[in-house]
């Protein structure tokens, strides 16, 4: 059987995840597949197509096993998360491939630690949210990125044709239609920095230590002073207000905001990078495009760009133009997680 999981784009509501606020991903077409044979021997083995690299462990020794620092500790990280919850890891063969660029801030993880989760779950029945906060708990334990819930999330409940607005608090969710007129573009920078993994998780302590409670409940008055909170307060705010913006089809104020949340990111949050604020520059001065941000962790990965239609070939060429090393890749929201047969 092959199962899927799709890579995201966050359209606006970036580090707000877990700060238990608001986000607005859509899942991509771009995904991963985990096939899974039965295997002998009690063996449960890995193969990963990109790395070239074949893994495998007697499945009884899953529940000691230390990580490795590599891509094999999505893996057993949601294997040791599914035995935590009662479940017996069957002896499988698994092969991955995926069209999602690794490290582009596209949420490959996510989409290998759900595809791996159900193919290790071979059918059986297991709740969709708990099956989100399983693969979340497997990134931030196992593999050590004390990730927020957004990309496991969209990765199981995206819906076709709509973006998701997730209260990353109550784990509720809503479909948010976009206009019709429009293209949404991520471009993705093919530039990684190192500085990327220690700054998320520095972030992430600090928004903890800012304010009792969490930051969602801040108003900007008690958080005064405090660049890093202040991202997260106002980009909430404009969660809501892109979401507003997109049900009255205001695509010059989704646009604004876009540029917003950039500049919020680039001065308050200080997480991006050289090379995505020249692509943000570029893009923001180019017809037909209504804004632009980066889009995912931070410090390189994509930008994500609303662009009008009849533009996007232009758009493209510009964006290659003035930065040849980029890859433009058009949006449309892809539905979540499933079994392919
Ligand atoms: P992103 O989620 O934005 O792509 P991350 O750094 O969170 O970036 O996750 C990327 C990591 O996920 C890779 O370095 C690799 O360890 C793992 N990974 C993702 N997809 C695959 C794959 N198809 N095969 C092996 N490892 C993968
Ligand atoms: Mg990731």
Redesign the pocket.
């Known amino acids: 059987m092959i199962f899927r999981a799709p890579g995201r784009v966050n359209l606006i509501g970036e580090h707000t995840d877990y700060n238990q606020g608001f986000v607005l991903p859509i899942a991509l077409h771009l995904e991963?597949r985990v096939e899974a044979r039965p295997a002998t021997g009690g063996v449960l083995q890995v193969h990963?197509a990109?790395?070239r690299e074949m893994k495998a462990w007697a499945v009884e020794s899953i529940r000691h096993r230390e990580p490795q620092h590599?891509?094999s500790d999505?893996v057993i990280g949601v294997a040791r998360e599914l035995i935590a919850a009662g479940f017996e890891i069957p002896a499988l063969a698994l092969h991955?491939e995926?069209t999602?660029p690794?490290?582009?801030?596209?949420?490959?993880?996510?989409a290998?630690e759900v595809a791996t989760a159900l193919a290790l779950l071979q059918g059986r029945e297991f709740d969709r949210l708990e099956l989100a906060r399983l693969c979340q708990r497997a990134e931030s334990n196992f593999v050590g990125?004390p990730c927020g819930i957004m990309d496991q999330y969209v990765s199981i409940f995206a819906s076709e044709h709509a973006a998701l607005k997730i209260d990353c608090r109550s784990l509720e969710s809503e479909s948010v239609r976009l206009p019709d007129h429009v293209a949404i573009l991520a471009v993705n920078s093919m530039v990684k920095h190192n500085l990327g993994q220690s700054a998320y998780r520095t972030r992430v302590r600090e928004c903890a230590e800012a304010f009792r409670g969490s930051l969602r409940d801040a108003t900007l008055d008690q958080i005064r002073g405090n660049k890093h909170a202040r991202h997260v307060v106002t980009e909430n705010q404009r969660v809501l207000s892109f979401v507003e913006a997109a049900s009255a089809g205001d695509l010059t104020r989704m646009g604004e905001l876009f540029l917003e949340s950039h500049a919020s990111m680039r001065d308050d949050y200080e997480i991006s990078c050289a090379e995505i604020d020249f692509l943000v520059d570029t893009a923001k001065n180019i017809p037909g495009c209504y804004g632009a941000r980066m889009t995912?962790g931070g410090f390189g990965?994509c930008t994500v760009n609303l662009v009008s239609p009849e533009y996007v070939p232009d758009f493209t060429r510009a964006i290659l133009r003035a930065y040849p090393q980029a890859q433009v890749i058009e949006c449309v929201p892809a539905g979540g997680a499933s079994v392919c047969g």
């Open positions: 991963t990963s990109s790395r590599d891509w999505y991955i995926s999602i690794e490290g582009a801030g596209l949420s490959s993880s996510a290998l990125m995912g990965g």
